[in-house]
């Protein structure tokens, strides 16, 4: 079972969320409205997709890789070596 299981419906409802958003800065594209209009809405997408990559970062923290140290092994090293890979590729975007 994943993390973020238990929130699974209110991370597809961030997810939908964003998607109208996405679609309205194409709609503000198609009619040609003002560049920092435009911009200033790229920018609140990518702020919410962030909030949500936080989100499921935490939690596979709390459940994934804290469940696999709990059951000791090398198992707990390679969820934390995972996690941290995860974190830098989310810091280069």
């Known amino acids: ?21 996405v679609r309205g800065i ?5 009619s040609d409205r003002y560049c920092i209009d435009v911009l200033t809405q790229v920018s609140a997408v990518t702020r919410a997709l ?13 459940h ?10 090398g198992e707990g090293d390679a969820k934390i070596s995972e996690a941290m890979d995860a974190i830098k590729l989310l810091l280069r975007s």
Do not use: N
């Open 1 to 21: 079972m994943t993390g973020y299981h238990s929130d699974k419906d209110l991370y597809l409802k961030r997810l939908k969320r964003i998607e109208g958003q």
């Open 26 to 30: 194409a709609g503000m594209i198609e």
């Open 50 to 62: 962030q909030g949500v990559a936080v989100g499921l970062m935490d939690e596979h923290l709390h």
């Open 64 to 73: 994934c890789v804290a469940s696999s140290i709990e059951q000791g092994g």
